[in-house]
């Protein structure tokens, strides 16, 4: 009877965690390596109309105005914290530029000439004294559609309200609605 004979070389073995984890590194780099080198979209941020149907007896267009004021401040400085996202000013920046007035298709020439990809408006409603409203929209410049159309609640009359209302938009924005 013939006796066998095996020879066996010595290999490495790697086991199959390894090899996963080594691709899921290197996959993990590269989508780094290429954030990095993605330009930011631009977005032209348009001032906040303001509407009050709470009917509180006093007059209090002064607070609201400087709590709108801070509010779309807020706004743009989240907004330009943020990595995907650089903020341009319109030409009419000082003056109403809003929405109502003086229109979104001047606003939308307006940050087309101010090299913006998007064009952000919205109002902040004043429903009752605890309950505000804010309803946003981003506007593709080049399509002229919205890529994101949303309205939120936020509760309290307050500066600090308003402020965390705006910082909740400008995350919002950026996790949901640029693509």
């Given at each position: 009877?013939?006796?066998?004979?095996?020879?066996?070389?010595?290999r490495w073995?790697?086991?199959?965690?390894?090899?996963?984890?080594?691709?899921?590194?290197?996959?993990?780099?590269?989508?780094?390596?290429?954030?990095?080198?993605?330009?930011?979209?631009?977005?032209?941020?348009?001032?906040?109309?303001?509407?009050?149907?709470?009917?509180?007896?006093?007059?209090?267009?002064?607070?609201?105005?400087?709590?709108?004021?801070?509010?779309?401040?807020?706004?743009?400085?989240?907004l330009?914290?943020?990595?995907?996202?650089?903020?341009?000013?319109?030409?009419?920046?000082?003056?109403?530029?809003?929405?109502?007035?003086?229109?979104?298709?001047?606003?939308?020439?307006?940050?087309?000439?101010?090299?913006?990809?998007y064009?952000?408006?919205?109002?902040?409603?004043?429903?009752?004294?605890?309950?505000?409203?804010?309803?946003?929209?981003?506007?593709?410049?080049?399509?002229?559609?919205?890529t994101?159309?949303?309205?939120?609640?936020?509760?309290?009359?307050?500066?600090?309200?308003?402020?965390?209302?705006?910082?909740?938009?400008?995350?919002?924005?950026?996790?949901?609605?640029?693509?």
């Amino acid at each position: 009877m013939a006796k066998a004979s095996f020879n066996v070389a010595r290999r490495w073995c790697f086991p199959a965690w390894w090899a996963a984890t080594a691709l899921a590194g290197a996959s993990a780099l590269a989508s780094v390596a290429v954030a990095d080198t993605i330009e930011p979209l631009t977005v032209a941020v348009a001032n906040f109309d303001f509407k009050d149907t709470s009917g509180e007896a006093g007059h209090q267009l002064g607070d609201h105005d400087a709590r709108l004021t801070a509010f779309v401040s807020t706004l743009r400085d989240s907004l330009s914290k943020r990595s995907k996202i650089s903020i341009t000013s319109l030409a009419c920046q000082n003056g109403r530029c809003t929405a109502r007035e003086p229109g979104i298709a001047e606003l939308s020439k307006e940050a087309k000439t101010a090299g913006a990809n998007y064009l952000l408006i919205g109002e902040i409603h004043k429903m009752s004294t605890l309950v505000g409203w804010a309803k946003y929209v981003l506007l593709d410049i080049h399509t002229n559609k919205p890529t994101c159309d949303r309205f939120i609640t936020y509760r309290g009359d307050t500066g600090e309200a308003w402020n965390r209302a705006a910082r909740f938009v400008a995350n919002d924005i950026e996790k949901n609605c640029i693509p």
